[in-house]
């Protein structure tokens, strides 16, 4: 990855980072609300180390909602495991949603560019077009009544 690329990779992380303190439900990773009705299971790959927290962040797959502080639906906060992650995010209905990816790596809950990890929904990549927040259009994905399951590969710089 070029380091111009992760430098916007960075910008995404700061604005994700900037919605970690907007109200949302917080909640436990509880893998049994990923066996029916409306929920996304999210298989993280390439996360880098076991230390600090990954945040997962879910929003309505709108231009309005995603990354927008303020807007986001849940969040799940789980202790890092390098390599891959199984994480649960239970939506309040059938619809499009957007998901975010944080790896505090220190576990500080600041942002370090150098450090810290992300990745979205679809995988999107980061380029200057787009300065780092990918298009909802990119991220989102539809949910019926019954699990989703996707998987999001981490980038670091």
Known sequence: MSKFVSALLGVALLSFAATAQAEGRVISNDLSKCRSGPSTL?????????????????????????????????????????????VCVPLP??????IAVRHDVDGNGKTDISKDGGGMSNN????????????????????????????????YM
């Not at 996360?47 to 962040?57: D, L």
């Not at 797959?61 to 992650?85: F, H, I, Q």
């Not at 209905?93 to 957007?98: I, Q």
């Open 42 to 86: 999210i298989q993280i790959s390439g996360v880098k180390a076991s230390t600090g927290k990954i945040r997962v962040q879910s929003y309505r797959g709108t231009a309005a909602d995603w990354l927008t502080k303020g807007r986001w639906l849940a969040r799940v906060e789980v202790p890092a495991r390098a390599g891959s992650m199984t």
């Open 93 to 98: 209905e059938a619809g499009v949603y957007g």
């Open 124 to 155: 999107p990549s980061i380029n200057i077009f787009n300065l780092g927040k990918p298009s909802y259009k990119k991220t989102a994905f539809s949910v019926g009544d019954a699990p989703r399951t996707i998987t999001i590969s981490m980038k």
